[in-house]
């Protein structure tokens, strides 16, 4: 495990499972976190988000119901799951985006990677740095930041 800390949204994450595309930004950043690139920062209400994501029917017609148990699993299991210990209001676009930004500050991650756009036009919050996946692949060394898609 290294000392790089990471927070990552639900939708990177659940995009991430589904592995059709082993070269999309999603699936090499879970990659980069399995090979101990970095550690995963989540908190509990992080995995009820990827737990509750999987339940759509996008998830359901893309992953088999034991990869749909599986994901979350390794996630609360492999992950260091954090309590939210701050609380962030009205920074992000929606409520359950500004849980993200609590949990990678309450978890001392350095990184939150994300989709959120007003997240991302913040570029940090108090000491962590918001980036999109192909802005902290590209920053990681060995990982290609290009994607198929």
């Known amino acids: 495990m290294t000392g790089l800390g990471v927070t990552a949204d639900a939708n990177l994450l659940t995009s991430g499972a589904v592995r ?28 009820t988000e990827v737990e509750r994501a999987l339940a759509k029917p996008y998830f359901l017609q893309r992953l088999s119901e034991a990869d749909r148990r599986e994901f979350p699993r390794v996630l609360w299991t492999e992950a260091v799951i954090t309590p939210l210990t701050v609380t962030v209001t ?19 991650a350095g990184f939150l990677v994300t989709g959120d756009h007003k997240l991302l036009a913040l570029k940090s919050y ?4 918001i980036l999109s996946v192909h802005e902290f692949l590209a920053m990681l060394p060995g990982l290609r930041s290009d994607d198929l898609g």
């Open 90 to 108: 009205g920074v992000a676009t929606q409520s359950a985006d500004d849980l993200v930004l609590a949990t990678a500050i309450s978890g001392g």
């Open 126 to 129: 108090q000491g962590v740095i």
């Open 20 to 47: 059709r595309h082993p070269d999309a930004a999603p699936v090499r950043f879970l990659d980069g976190w399995r090979a101990g690139r970095f550690t995963l920062i989540l908190s509990d209400h992080l995995l």
